[in-house]
């Protein structure tokens, strides 16, 4: 079964700040109530992260997919108009899609959170990182700058009675007056609360948790992989290898080879103490496109290649998974 790649206008599909999609996964549950289910979590300041499920709900295989960084936009942008072509048979600039919806839905379970820290996002100054600011600046508006001025450090909670910085980064989401926590490496996070409720209620066999960095794309495999079982490495390597044939097909250039990031690293045991014991059974892969200016040529990543990158590895799981 063949799944093409976007083709049409990117820039017409891109949705990233809450205010722009979250009113259609309201209207979309609402218009479908037998085929939808609207899924909400408010957060501190009065946002909220919101989620939508579809599809077949005793499917053998049941996908989970999340973006937790509010700098990383191109996986909220996909996730959504994945949801327009299932809901409404058409891309969000109203083209027809291609996509074999039907089947997808007769066969797959799919959860879409598209984006888990709304309060961060909610406070981004761009739609999309395109390069507009070098990516030192960037850096400093993802993560902050601490009281010198220099870019502030990546914790997994830190309180700003302690730091006193000077600018507090949209990556991190503020749970209480004092403390602040990345979504990704904090249970105190909302991100963790959506995926671990939505995991007790839908038993997914999947996940694909999008992100977004200033070099090639690349499939990283989860830091507890060299300890699962061989029957799951092997599934997930061929899961990866299949995102990396769908870069490869649209010429991203990706990086060739799956890899545990940060390995032997500390960030790679809080990782693992970040999914000890959560959501068993649900086997995991993390993608990484482009964002902003590449690392080494400096060149911009515009929208359009970041959309086209995201799908890819949307699309590629789609595919995997319908096998």
Same mark, same amino acid.
């Given at each position: 079964?063949?799944?093409?790649?976007?083709?049409?206008?990117?820039?017409?599909?891109?949705?990233?700040?809450?205010?722009?999609?979250?009113?259609?996964?309201?209207?979309?549950?609402?218009?479908?109530?037998?085929?939808?289910?609207?899924?909400?979590?408010?957060?501190?300041?009065?946002?909220?992260?919101?989620?939508?499920? /579809?599809?077949?709900?005793?499917?053998?295989?049941?996908?989970?997919?999340?973006?937790?960084?509010?700098?990383?936009?191109?996986?909220?942008?996909?996730?959504?108009?994945?949801?327009?072509?299932?809901?409404?048979?058409?891309?969000?600039?109203? /083209?027809?899609?291609?996509?074999?919806?039907?089947?997808?839905?007769?066969?797959?379970?799919?959860?879409?959170?598209?984006?888990?820290?709304?309060?961060?996002?909610?406070?981004?100054?761009?739609?999309?990182?395109?390069?507009?600011?070098?990516?030192?600046?960037?850096?400093?508006?993802?993560?902050?700058?601490?009281?010198?001025?220099?870019?502030?450090?990546?914790?997994?909670?830190?309180?700003?009675?302690?730091?006193?910085?000077?600018?507090?980064?949209?990556?991190?989401?503020?749970?209480?007056?004092?403390?602040?926590?990345?979504?990704? /490496?904090?249970?105190?996070?909302?991100?963790?609360?959506?995926?671990?409720?939505?995991?007790?209620?839908?038993?997914?066999?999947?996940?694909?948790?999008?992100?977004?960095?200033?070099?090639?794309?690349?499939?990283?495999?989860?830091?507890?992989?060299?300890?699962?079982?061989?029957?799951?490495?092997?599934?997930?390597?061929?899961?990866?290898?299949?995102?990396?044939?769908?870069?490869?097909?649209?010429?991203?250039?990706?990086?060739?080879?799956?890899?545990?990031?940060?390995?032997?690293?500390?960030?790679?045991?809080?990782?693992?103490?970040?999914?000890?014991?959560?959501?068993?059974?649900?086997?995991?892969? /993390?993608?990484?496109?482009?964002?902003?200016?590449?690392?080494?040529?400096?060149?911009?990543?515009?929208?359009?290649?970041?959309?086209?990158?995201?799908?890819?590895?949307?699309?590629?799981?789609?595919?995997?998974?319908?096998?």
């Amino acid at each position: 079964m063949e799944i093409d790649c976007y083709s049409a206008n990117a820039e017409d599909c891109w949705v990233s700040h809450p205010e722009e999609w979250q009113p259609l996964f309201v209207r979309w549950a609402a218009e479908h109530p037998e085929e939808a289910e609207l899924h909400v979590w408010p957060q501190l300041g009065g946002r909220k992260v919101v989620g939508l499920t /579809t599809g077949n709900r005793s499917a053998g295989r049941r996908l989970l997919v999340a973006v937790p960084h509010a700098h990383e936009p191109a996986g909220t942008a996909v996730a959504v108009d994945l949801a327009a072509q299932l809901f409404t048979g058409r891309h969000l600039d109203g /083209t027809p899609t291609a996509l074999p919806v039907e089947d997808i839905l007769s066969h797959l379970l799919i959860s879409l959170l598209p984006d888990t820290n709304s309060q961060g996002r909610s406070q981004s100054p761009e739609r999309c990182w395109d390069g507009k600011v070098d990516n030192e600046q960037f850096l400093k508006i993802a993560f902050g700058k601490a009281a010198d001025g220099s870019r502030f450090g990546r914790y997994p909670e830190w309180r700003a009675s302690e730091h006193q910085p000077g600018l507090i980064g949209i990556e991190y989401e503020q749970v209480d007056d004092d403390l602040f926590v990345e979504p990704n /490496t904090s249970r105190r996070s909302t991100h963790y609360r959506a995926v671990t409720a939505l995991h007790a209620k839908f038993g997914y066999t999947h996940h694909l948790d999008m992100h977004q960095h200033e070099a090639a794309p690349a499939a990283l495999l989860p830091a507890e992989y060299e300890e699962l079982p061989e029957g799951d490495r092997r599934e997930i390597m061929t899961w990866a290898e299949m995102i990396i044939s769908a870069w490869t097909q649209i010429g991203a250039d990706p990086r060739p080879d799956p890899y545990i990031p940060y390995k032997g690293r500390d960030r790679q045991l809080l990782f693992k103490a970040f999914w000890k014991d959560a959501c068993p059974g649900m086997r995991r892969l /993390t993608t990484e496109v482009r964002n902003n200016r590449d690392h080494k040529t400096g060149e911009p990543v515009t929208l359009p290649e970041q959309f086209a990158m995201a799908e890819a590895a949307l699309m590629g799981t789609i595919r995997h998974l319908l096998g």
